[in-house]
């Protein structure tokens, strides 16, 4: 079983920054596929971006590309996730995930992952 617990949001102005971090739990951490989600009131939750287990493949949605950067310190348990250049429509509730399954097909899928955060919050304003 993995815990995870996200931490890092809040609310910036358009054009700031903010860096997620999440921290899990358990000694196989370098062994999962790590992911981020947002769900944005009203919407349904989507993929934001992801990473292999030793950080040397990164995934992104067209929304974030250029913007956010994943990445990890498995010395750490630990994912994050920078957001740059913040927009209005970033304002979401934001979500870690981790998956155990192998290859990476599956990365932008919710029912590719095994275990969920609890969700941090982050507003933009304009």
């Known amino acids: 079983q993995v815990q995870l617990v996200e931490s890092g949001g809040g609310l910036v102005q358009a054009g700031g920054s903010l860096r997620l971090s999440c921290v899990a739990s358990?000694?196989?951490?370098?062994?999962?596929?790590m992911g981020w989600f947002r769900q944005a009131p009203g919407k349904e939750r989507e993929f934001a971006a992801a990473l292999n287990w030793s950080g040397s493949r990164t995934y992104y949605a067209d929304s974030v590309q250029d913007r956010f950067t994943i990445s990890r310190d498995n010395a750490k348990n630990t994912v994050y996730l920078q957001m740059n250049s913040l927009k209005p429509e970033d304002t979401a509730v934001y979500y870690c995930?981790?998956?155990?399954?192998?290859?990476?097909?599956?990365?932008?899928?919710?029912?590719?992952?095994?275990?969920w955060g609890q969700g941090t919050q982050v507003t933009v304003s304009s």
């Open positions: 358990g000694r196989t951490f370098s062994s999962y596929f």
């Open positions: 995930a981790a998956s155990q399954r192998s290859g990476s097909s599956w990365y932008a899928k919710e029912l590719g992952y095994d275990y």
